[in-house]
């Protein structure tokens, strides 16, 4: 699961208002969210961008054992 | 962040009745829906010539009645019912707006709703007086001045009007922040 819900309402950004910043759909937001579609890397790092953050940190995934 | 847009892009939009951004989630789907839409109709193309010629070497009027019908009937209501079926599944033809913008929202959709109704109504009054001509010799001048034929194409835009009002309020979506 990425973190992308968790670092947009860090920024008290909508899903609404964080694809009109990016240029994409809101729904495109809600599926990248809910895990349902994988962003291009271009995309991804757009959203990174605007939430202040890196790659590794909204989409790399890790383990409990590794942390 | 504002791309602009292609005409490429507007065509497609168009095609598929996206309001919103074309974006890779759309675009990819669209691809998707229209690979599926030329399947559908290459199969329907082989299968149809292959029938009506069969029903031609027998009766060659009725053949050729059967393909210009199906022909007009698959690819408005198969091919077009799948390709609006899909979009609106995947909700690539929703028109999304904040609450605060839901009444100006309303007020475009009457817009486009009356803008439609003109254009549906006035070209098929046209369509119909050259049509007539073609069917039954009557002059396309005594289509255009006939008040049945007036009133019937005037009730015909409003009802399309008021059809795709309602459809666009259908898409309509207020989006609450």
């Given amino acids: 699961m990425n973190r992308v819900k968790e670092y947009r309402k860090k920024q008290k950004l909508s899903q609404f ?24 890397l271009n995309l991804c790092i757009r959203i990174a961008k605007v939430l202040g953050t890196d790659l590794n940190t909204l989409f790399w995934e890790v383990d409990d054992n590794e942390s | 962040m504002k791309v602009k847009e292609t005409f490429g892009t507007k065509i497609i939009k168009h095609f598929y009745g996206i309001p919103g951004v074309l974006d890779e989630h759309a675009r990819q789907e669209v691809n998707r829906i229209g690979s599926n839409a030329y399947l559908m109709l290459v199969s329907y193309l082989l299968v149809s ?25 698959v690819p408005i209501y198969g091919i077009n019912g799948y390709v609006l079926v899909a979009t609106n599944r995947l909700h690539l033809a929703d028109k999304e707006v904040r609450s605060q913008n839901y009444a100006d ?21 046209l369509f119909t007086s050259i049509t007539n001509w073609f069917i039954d010799g009557t002059r396309p001048i005594q289509t255009l001045t006939s008040i049945h034929e007036l009133v019937r194409w005037l009730l015909a835009g409003v009802l399309f009007g008021v059809l795709m009002f309602a459809y666009d309020m259908k898409r309509t979506k207020r989006i609450r922040e």
Avoid: C
Avoid at chain 2, 49 to 73: C, D
Avoid at chain 2, 105 to 125: D, P, S
């Fill in chain 2, 49 to 73: 010539t292959l029938i009506v010629l069969l029903i031609s070497i027998q009766h060659l009027e009725n053949a050729f009645w059967i393909l210009v019908f199906s022909n007009i009937i």
């Fill in chain 2, 105 to 125: 929202a309303v007020k475009r959709n009457i817009i486009h709703g009356i803008g439609r109704a003109v254009y549906f109504g006035i070209t098929m009054f």
């Fill in chain 1, 17 to 40: 208002s964080l694809a009109e910043k990016i240029g994409v759909a809101r729904q495109t937001i809600n599926l990248i969210e809910n895990d349902k579609y994988n962003p291009s």
